[in-house]
């Protein structure tokens, strides 16, 4: 196993996902088994689900190593294989008390894998005053002494730059930060994020890992990054515009939604358009908005109104308020018995209790009750949009976190309305999967699609929203679900 650690500088936020993602890429593309490993530096201990007989450890760097080295072993392949490679993003900033713990460890780390095994990246900031219109390397300079200080040195320094860095500028930080030119890589601001593995390869990264890490890279037969380069290029060129309303309660902070909008943007990459996203507050599309804001309210309406799709994070699948909302209001719509239908979140006590807690999650206790990770759903129908844009198999394995669900005694009753579930889970007990019957595209889910969307292989569910949002759905469908070659 080869580890590559991806470390960061100066500022938070200065791009080591998209750095560790397009190392992952490249290597991908080569031909090798990629896994990654994300870390925010804080240690949460829930102690309502301690043991008496447990404590917290405290060799807290040895208990890091032993989680690193067991979850790069897990695959993520198809065939089962053991990765090759793990690239490992440390969040937060060098020299941060929250992350002290974990780059002693990666210190210690280094030596327990062997030198040959292990390499660090180092993202750091090359700022250009407006003042002086010259690029300053002092803080990468800080940041890389300080960096070496707690024990690691950096193999690759990737410095974020508006620009492309200077011969002169990248010498200076070659000299001053104990590494070879070859191994300060600019990383200048692109308009397309899929256009930073293209520079990093362009700059000798691939050359450099092989010698670096001895990896068997087979540079010969590279699908993948003939159609990577492909993407890329084309993310330039889009004329036509989608737009869809993304309806949410944490709408203010756009990151809220980061997997969502990723998901959104893999699926229009694929239809050729290039995406607006408008961001709408699900509370100023209330009634009581329009009594107490009336321009916010109509604002609000006229921007769904005029959008090409609606996405409601959360949605029919009750995984956020927004959910369970949404169907609560459905469920009310059609009348008695289920004008007074509420989720046992918000009254316990609801004769019609459209959304309900798991039976294995207790009401009260947040920590470990949610019911995730991979779980298997089952078409129960082939007359089925959502099992088509699966490619017609019989099952599908999707990420889930939730702690609430439709609750499946009503199941008889939506579907006497034309909500279809035509996915359930093993045992037939979750709803996983609605879809309204005589619209376009009105789907629903229990699990996160958008978690499992790639760039080059988009979510099939958020690929049917675009598609129907253009007005392509139905003849895609009649095609077999495949694209034209356009």
Partial sequence: MRYILVTGGVISGIGKGIIASSVGTILKSCGLRVTAIKIDPYINIDAGTFSPYEHVVPHITDAIQEWVMKQAKVSVDDDGAEPQVCVIELGGTVGDIESMPFIEAFRQFQFKVKRENFCNIHVSLIPMPNTTGEQKTKPTQNSVRELRGLGLSPDLIMCRCATALETAVKEKISMFCHVEPTQVVCV????SVYKVPLILENQGVVNYFCQRLNLPVDMRHRKMHTKWKEMADRADRFLEHVSIALVGKYTKLSDSYTSVIKALQHSALAINHKLEVKYID???LEPATLKDEPVKYHEAWQKLCSSNGVLV???FGVRGTE????????????GKPFLDASSTEFYPKSKHPVVIDMPEHNPGQMGGTMRL???RT?????????????????????RHRHRFEVNPELKHHFEAKGLKFVGQDE??????????EGHTYFVGVQYHPEFTSRPIKPSPPYFGLLLAAVGKLQSYLAKGCHLSPR
């Fill in 373 to 375: 990770g991979k779980r």
């Fill in 378 to 398: 089952i078409f129960k129908t082939d007359d089925s949009v959502m099992k088509k844009l699966y490619g017609g198999f019989e099952y599908i394995e999707e």
């Fill in 427 to 436: 045992e037939g007990e979750r709803m996983e999967i609605i879809e309204l």
């Fill in 323 to 334: 959910g369970k909302i949404l169907a609560i209001n459905w469920a009310r719509r059609q």
């Fill in 188 to 191: 200048h601001d692109v308009s």
């Fill in 313 to 315: 994070p959360g949605g």
């Fill in 282 to 284: 699900s509370a100023d």
